[in-house]
């Protein structure tokens, strides 16, 4: 799909159960099916389609007043993976997974996920502090809900340009167009959908702030997502019995002699899937510029030998 500007090696597979591109994508579609299937089940049983509104899908999107926020707080989370409408979840499922795509391919498979909550709940945030907060609009939060993944594409959107602004998509036509541009026409779009509903308006500003803040953290290398990862391992290395935790590498003892200055071998290491996958790894969580001058070459054969 593009290219960058440091050794490539083998990305995770589309349908391998750890790629956590999929899994949002699989999760927007999942609740979006079962929405669409509990209003077939309202209109076979002759409910009016308000009912479904307020029984149902009520409960699944965020509602701008504070009040029916503090009843349903999950609402936060639920809210940006519900949509109705099937042209804006096909829009806003291609935009993922494009950024996605990219930001994956630039940062490895563990970042996507904790920005896209942070994006969205960030943009839920603002969404009900602007109903709350701007006079001319409370008379609106009674009425005024968030929802749809489109305010956490925003913020894996500019991420992954801020992170690498020339990536380059579409090589083959004249050299490939810069991530830059395709961002641009992005927000120009994202933004002109949003001018009607300052709500939205703001709340997709905030989770662009968040994007520009998680991509410059991680070029500095801070993962802001870490924690959250590490809290999903453990919890899900409760139910691995094989799972053993990983032991510190003892110290090594120091020999003394004198090499003058030479050392007396030089130590190749041996090439294995593990140590390259120890390697991805560390990219990961520290980036392509913390490796030692071993790890690059190591990585460099494994792109050379297809490992």
Known sequence: MGYRDYPTFKKTSIWNDNNALMMLIIMNVLVFIL????????????????????NTYAWFTLPADFTKFLQRPWALITSIFTQLNTFLMLSNLFWLWTFGYILQDLVGNRKIIPLYLYGGIAGGIVFILTYNLVPQLQ????????????TSVVAIALAATVISPQYRLFPMINGGIPLWIITVVFFIIDFA????????????????????????ALLNGNDWGAWMNTLYDRFTNLFNPEKKPRKKNPVKQEVFYNTKGQQPYKKTANLTQQKVDEILDKINQKGYDRLTEEEKDLLRRASEEDI
Not at 35 to 54: A, C, Q
Not at 142 to 149: A, I
Not at 193 to 216: D, T
């Open 193 to 216: 959908s949003m001018s009607r509903n300052p709500g939205f308006l703001f709340s997709h500003m905030a989770s662009a702030a968040v994007g520009f803040f998680f991509g410059r």
């Open 35 to 54: 929405l669409h299937f509990i209003k077939t089940i309202y209109g076979l049983s002759h409910v009016p389609l308000d009912e479904f509104m307020k």
């Open 139 to 150: 008379p609106l939060k009674g009425t005024e809900v968030f929802f749809g993944s489109a």
